[in-house]
């Protein structure tokens, strides 16, 4: 049996290449504020890679994806052991756009506290006497650069964002930058209106894009998970506060009050958070984690 190793490790993801394609492994371990925890998440990985499984079925009217196969029965022998069954994705090669492409639909987190200082996110202008948590009137798209790993990805404009997919893609900047804003709004319409449905309100996420071998804009990395969205419920809502979430929200806000943690949580925090994590999917896709 041919050995692989990864070739490239994220805080959560690690990648290998299989030639033509590559196999994207969601491990159980967790980040928050850009550092790994010492704990693992039993479990997480298959949430991430079977919710992004529904997702990118579930748009791929709207922009192709590169998804291939989540069964492992496709994948080479080596990964057909017990470690990686669930939680692995064979998808096509892309080269990604250096651009996380962030869109909130609800004003919370970083977007609130930067309204309550000038009325603004990301430097895009908002309608005075929003309260924390309300819905915006549209969403809005509040690009960051991606940054290595312990390093803060920086927040830019949407012309910035023209400039840097220039100066990888000469000639093509003003073209990638518009594809993945305007497909980046579709999807999140398309699928927070989708979660009202089940009983969830997207507030915002993050989506990722590369370019498939004919120089397409497609959807790569992960989509609509808990990692990259906050997921809250909508029963219970109400704007003026802080929602309860199903998403990592709960371990950062432990993190925050425990500052002598050393990045290791307590059992109980681990538990609630896998809970949290298969609600969410059983929510969304209607049916139990396999």
């Not at 990604?96 to 996110?121: A, D, F, H």
């Not at 964002?161 to 893609?169: A, C, D, G, N, P």
Request: aromatic residues 10%; contains cysteine; proline residues 5%.
């Amino acid at each position: 049996m041919k050995e692989f190793k990864p070739v490239k490790e994220g805080k959560v993801r690690e990648i290998y290449d299989n030639g033509d394609s590559l196999i994207m492994v969601a491990t159980d371990r967790i980040s928050a504020f850009d550092v790994i925890l010492k704990n693992k998440v039993v479990k997480k990985g298959t949430v991430l890679t079977q919710m992004s499984r529904f997702w990118f079925d579930y748009t791929k009217d709207i922009v192709s994806n590169h998804m291939i196969s989540v069964d492992v029965k496709d994948m080479p022998e080596f990964f057909r052991q017990p470690q990686f069954d669930g939680n692995s994705m064979m998808c096509r090669k892309l080269t990604m756009l250096p651009i996380e492409c962030i869109v909130r639909g609800y004003i919370t987190g970083s977007g609130w506290k930067s309204y309550q200082e000038n009325e603004t996110v990301c430097g895009i202008r908002l309608p005075a006497g929003l309260k924390e948590c309300d819905k915006l009137p549209e969403p809005i798209y509040t690009p960051s650069t991606k940054a290595e790993i312990g390093d803060h990805d920086e927040n830019i404009n949407f012309e910035k964002s023209i400039e840097v997919l220039e100066k990888q893609f000469p000639g093509h900047g003003e073209e990638y930058a518009t594809a993945i804003r305007d497909n980046t709004i579709a999807l999140y319409k398309k699928c927070a209106d989708y979660a009202l449905t089940r009983g969830i309100i997207i507030a915002d996420t993050k989506f990722e894009f590369g370019l498939d071998e004919n120089g397409r804009v497609v959807i790569g990395d992960e989509m609509l998970t808990p990692d990259s969205s906050r997921f809250w419920p909508l029963e219970g809502y109400e704007h003026g506060h802080d929602q309860p979430s199903f998403d990592k929200q709960f371990v950062r806000n432990w993190l925050k009050a425990n500052p002598d943690s050393d990045y290791n949580l307590p059992q109980e925090i681990i538990d609630k958070t896998i809970a949290k994590y298969l609600e969410a999917y059983e929510l969304l896709t209607g049916s139990k984690l396999q």
